[in-house]
Structures are given as C-alpha cells and as structure tokens.
C-alpha cells in the first residue's frame, strides 16, 4: 500500500549498486525504521508522542538522504548541499529526543499548556523541517499550501468578517504544533505511525516475495476465458494488486508491463488497452479488505472500527470492477476480438506455491480484521506468516538440494526479505512527511474554527441542495488529487468540506467516502494524468487518447460515489439485504450504461438508443421507488429494441452471405 506519484522512490536494487556509506547508511536506516514498526505493531505503540515523534523523525531522515540520492543522479552536489542535510538529519534527531525526553512534562504534567521558550524555538524548527521534506517529496505546491494553512492562523483579525478568528502569533502557533497533542504528532500521525506503516511494510514484503507473479496467474485463470479475456485479466489482477500496494502509478507499471502488450497483441486499439489498464489500477485503494492509506485515516476520524469502512466499500468497489468489465466485454465484441487461447491460462497445481503464498496471508489478515483485532495486530500476523511461508516454500524438501544450494538459496531468501522491508520503509518515510504536513493543516483548521466559518457562510448564502455541493467536493478533491497524493488530497477536502454537509443530514461515512474515492480517481484527470501516462508509455499510445479511454472505463466509478450518498443502503448502512438490492440494480444499470458507453449491444446502437440506455440507468439507481420501476421498463424496451437490431443485423448479414 504505497502512496501515490511520490518523486522520491528508492530501490534494494540501487542500494546493491551503490557501495558509498551514504547509501549504506540509508539502508541501514531504513531496516531499523522497519524493525521499529514491526516491533510495536506486534507488542503495542509506545506513550503516543514517542511513537509518533519516532516515526517523524526516521521519516524526515530517510527522506533527506533519498533526496539527495536523486539529485546525486542529476550531477555533482555542492557541499553546501551535504551541510544542509546533515544539519536537517541532526536537528531532526535532536528534537525527536527532546521530545522524549519531555514527555512527563508534556503528557503527565500537562506541560503542553504552558509550553517553554525551548519548545517554541523547536516548533519553528520542526516546522521548516516538515515543509522542506514534503518540498523534496512532491514538489513545492504541497509545502505552499500547508504554508496557506499557517498564514491563515497567523492572520486571523485581518481576513474577512465572514472567515476572520482571533489569530495567534508565531511563537504560540510554533508551540502549537510542536508540543500540543493536536499538532504535527497528532492523530492521524498516529494512524501512519500505528496502523498505515506496518501495513505498507506488510505490501513491500509480499511484492518482493511473488505476489505480483501469483496475483497475475490468478487473474488469467479466473477471467483469462472470459469475453475480452485479455483486457479482463488487466482488470482482475490491477483490482488485487491495487488492494497490497495502493499505488495506481505503481499498479500501472507493474501489472501494466504485461497485460497492455497481451491487450495490443490481441487486437485492442493501444489507447484503449492503456486506459483500461490506468482505469483499474486507480480502483486499488478503494477495493477492501486492504485498501488506501486515507481507509485507515477516515477510521480514526470517524471514530469506527476499520472493518466498517471497508464493509460500506465493498458494493461500491465491486460495482467500479463491473462496470470495467462491461466496457471491456461491449469493447471486445464490437472489434470481434478473441479470447485468450488453453495455452495462455496457467494451471491451478503448477502454481499453487506462489498461490498459497499470497491467498493465506490475506486470508489471516481478513480473518483477524473480521474478528475485531486490531488493523494494526492483523497486518503483523499476516507479515510474519507471509515471511514463514515464503522460507517454508524455499526450503521444502528435494532430492537434488545439497549443501551449498542451501545456502544460496538462504542468502537469496534473505536478501528478498529485506528488499521488501527496505523499500517498504522508504515509501513508509515517503507517506509519515506527507501525513505529517497533512496533520499541520488539521491542526490550524482545529484552532482556528475555519470548517465552521464556511458552513454558517454556506447557510448565509442559502444553498439548500446537495448536488451543488457534492460536484464542487468532487472538483476539488480531483483537482487537490492531480499534484498531490491520495491521503493529503483526502484530508484537505475533507476538513474542509465535510462540515458543509452538516445540514443535509448526509452520513459521515458516505461523505469521507465520497471525497476519498475521487481523490483516488483523479489520477485519471487532467493535468497530472499519473497512472495514464505510465499506461500510455506502455501501451505506445498517446496520452490525450489514453486519458479519454481511461475515464470512458471508469465512468461508473465517477457515478457511483453521487448513487452511494444518495442511497446510503449502498454501504449496508440499512443491512445485508438493503446492500443487495441495491448492488442488483446498480449492476442493471451498470450493464445498461457500458453498453451505451461503447456505443454496441448486440450490433451497434444509434445515438437514441445510447441515450435511452443511459435515461434507464440513471432511472435504475435513483432513490425514489417509481423512477427505479420507470428506469427498469425503460431499460427493458432499450435493451430489447437494441437486441432486435442485432438480430436484424444478423439475419440481413447471413441473407447476404447466402445470395
């Protein structure tokens, strides 16, 4: 479960390579980060500043050296540039133990009230700190926007009457956010530290040791012999992929490196193999049991167990893939493409290694999460059980191992092992930056009552509808979503926006949910395109094409957060049977509008048919009970008339091959 575009990306591989102490020194740095989350997940978290300041401060020191890695690629460093980080590493260091060595201070004796000359000094330190790792990480516009964060809390009195708040000056607000429990160590630091980390860590670790290999077989042989095969395993497999590693730019260039040149060589236009291939990538963080980093955030905002969000994304998730699906089986039988062949399809038993491999952590780590353990106690268990499993497989019993075979093989395994946790922790150090930032912008929105400003302006101006407000949520998220990552993207809008909802008695849930999944989905608009560019380099298409076709796959999923507020049963919110109901419609009308989208049913349709298709599918998930009945008549007249056109077509087609 990666985050998303992140410009700082270190490999086991380069560390192999590179032989300086530097990039050892990384190495190493990153294996003890790893050791410390892994340590605490299995025996619990430390006092909550501890651990949070602990998993800040390796961040910010992975990320200074990762940085100056990749500029070292670019050309000759100036030693001004070595100063500086060193300095950043120390000072990151030397205030993570202050911290610690402050705690009784801080947390027993409520020192954090009455904070001292040295914590203010320190906040303004720490402060910069954050803002130049998230600089490194992804560029400037996210630091200028925490910088915005900060400005309004300094400049309360002079903003506008309708947005203006008392201010703070710098030295409280330094204060602020270094040592009170709602600043930088805040909670969601500590989801990144308690829950996100170990779970990232568990991803790496299954990449590394064969579930990419093992989600792709899968794939083939579930839906290898379906209609569209080729496109459908892109689908299957991004839809897994995405669930351990949450990264559509990386889902994209992992899966994409084979089922787009299987697509093209099966006769699916390039752009559209590309964007079928973007599109599902992009599903990952929403499709549970695992899901995104902002899963486990918008638990701990919402005060629910994770379990719940991932039980309300699972009909919408599905109904995303399904409406994949269609597009590529409407796609596929209007080009007469074939189907994969015997020979493609993997067998079960010559891969049930690699199978076991992936199927019994998940299977542990859904058991447990089902169970009510903690998100953070299951994620361990399935890391070890991953790692014990792999050894088992590597060391079971044949006749041609001999000694030294052995010890190969036990190097080789180690190595793999600890390619996992490294690059596990670097993209661990990648998201603490991010969350950290994210926490700087909660925290000032907290002090400062802005959410509350904007919900009494919204009443003052009288918006009493609820659509004007999901569209300009849905707009921002996608806009905020293009430059930044998934979990920062999420948690602006959200502070943001979630309080406007407050008079439309919408669910909590159902609207974290709704800006969540178009933070996920806004790689595949413009300007950023990020999972499409990687699709189209692959698939040797252009990126404008690429993009179009991306966003026609996924259309529904662009739908399906507006139906789900709409009909909150959609999250099983009203029980089992409520949620299936609704996921039988939302499959009707997902039928009905790919059709549409492709423009074929059983023979081409005409402009009036595509769009009484689409009039029946927005009908079908209405929330009123006659417009669902009127949506199914009318989806049955569409569909039939569309059928009667294929036979028609059909039977001119066969009598002129007969004259």
């Not at 003890?32 to 340590?39: E, G, K, L």
């Not at 039939?640 to 001119?652: I, L, N, P, Q, T």
Request: aromatic share 12%.
């Amino acid at each position: 479960m990666a985050t998303d575009d992140v410009l700082i990306e270190v490999t086991a591989d380069e560390l192999r390579k590179d032989r300086r102490i530097w990039v050892a020194g990384f190495g190493v740095i990153a294996l003890a980060y790893a050791a410390f989350q892994i340590y605490t997940a299995a025996l619990g978290p430390y006092i909550a500043l501890v651990q949070r300041a602990v998993h800040v401060c390796f961040a910010l020191v992975l990320c200074t050296m990762a940085y100056r890695m990749k500029k070292e690629k670019e050309g000759l460093q100036p030693w001004w540039a070595y100063a500086s980080d060193a300095a950043s590493v120390v000072a990151s260091i030397g205030i993570t133990a202050y911290l610690v060595m402050s705690v009784d201070r801080l947390i027993l004796h409520v020192g954090f009230t009455s904070p001292t000359d040295t914590d203010i000094v320190l906040g303004f330190v720490m402060t910069f700190l954050i803002l130049d790792a998230s600089r490194k990480v992804v560029g400037w516009m996210f630091s200028w926007i925490i910088v915005g964060f900060i400005a309004y809390a300094l400049l309360g009195p002079w903003m506008p009457d309708a947005l203006s708040h008392g201010g703070y000056s710098p030295d409280e607000l330094a204060a602020f956010l270094l040592v009170n429990p709602q600043g930088i160590y805040g909670q969601i630091t500590g989801t990144s530290a308690n829950v996100i980390a170990i779970y990232v860590l568990f991803g790496a670790v299954m990449l590394q040791t064969g579930a990419a290999k093992a989600f792709l077989n899968i794939a083939l042989m579930v839906a290898g012999r379906f209609t569209g095969g080729g496109a459908q395993v892109a689908v299957v497999a991004s839809a897994m992929m995405g669930t351990v590693n949450g990264s559509a730019v990386a889902n994209a260039a992992t899966v994409g490196a084979f089922t787009i040149p299987m697509m093209v060589k099966r006769g699916y236009p390039r752009s559209f193999a590309g964007g079928v291939e973007s599109a599902a990538s992009s599903g990952g963080q929403i499709t549970p049991p695992v899901m995104g980093a902002g899963a486990f955030i918008m638990a701990e905002i919402l005060g629910i167990p994770y379990f719940q969000i991932a039980k309300m994304a699972a009909v919408p998730a599905l109904l995303f893939y399904v409406g994949i699906m269609m597009v590529v089986y409407f796609e596929a039988k209007k080009n007469k493409l074939a189907r994969l062949t015997a020979a493609d399809i993997p067998r079960w038993r010559d891969y049930w290694p690699e199978l076991f491999m992936l199927l019994g952590p998940t299977a542990v780590l859904v058991a447990l999460i089902v169970m009510m353990f903690t998100p953070r106690y299951a994620a361990f268990w399935a890391l070890a059980l991953n790692v014990g499993v792999f050894y088992a497989l590597v060391f079971r019993p044949r006749k041609s191992d001999d000694a030294p075979t052995l010890r190969a093989s036990l190097k080789q395994s180690n190595a793999t092992i600890l390619s996992g946790l490294i690059e596990g922790a670097s993209t661990v150090a990648t998201l603490a930056v991010l969350v950290a930032g994210a926490q700087i912008m909660v925290g000032t929105l907290g002090i400062t009552g802005l959410p509350l400003k904007l919900s009494q302006l919204v009443l003052s101006l009288g918006i009493t509808h609820l659509f004007p407000l999901l569209v300009a949520a849905m707009l921002i998220a996608c806009i905020l979503g293009g430059p930044l990552p998934t979990v920062p993207s999420y948690l602006i809008t959200a502070a943001v926006i979630v309080p406007l909802f407050a008079s439309f008695k919408v669910p909590a849930p159902a609207i974290h949910l709704f800006i969540f999944y178009y933070a996920c989905f806004s790689g595949l608009t413009p300007p950023v395109f990020g999972p499409v560019y990687s699709s189209a380099i692959f698939a040797g298409a252009g990126l404008w094409e690429t993009a179009w076709e991306s966003i026609k796959c996924s259309f529904i999923g662009f739908l399906v957060p507006f139906v789900f507020v709409y009909n909150p049963e959609m999250l099983g919110v009203a029980g089992l049977g409520s949620a299936l109901e609704v996921l039988g419609l939302g499959a009707v009308a997902t039928l009905l509008a790919s059709s549409a989208i492709v423009g074929f049913w059983s023979t081409r349709l005409s402009l009036l048919q595509r769009t009484l298709l689409l009039v029946a599918a927005a009908l079908i998930i209405a929330p009123d009970a006659m417009l669902r009945i009127a949506g199914v008549a009318l989806g049955v007249v569409a569909g039939g008339w569309a059928w009667f056109s294929g036979r028609h077509a059909a039977s001119v087609a066969g009598g002129a091959l007969r004259s």
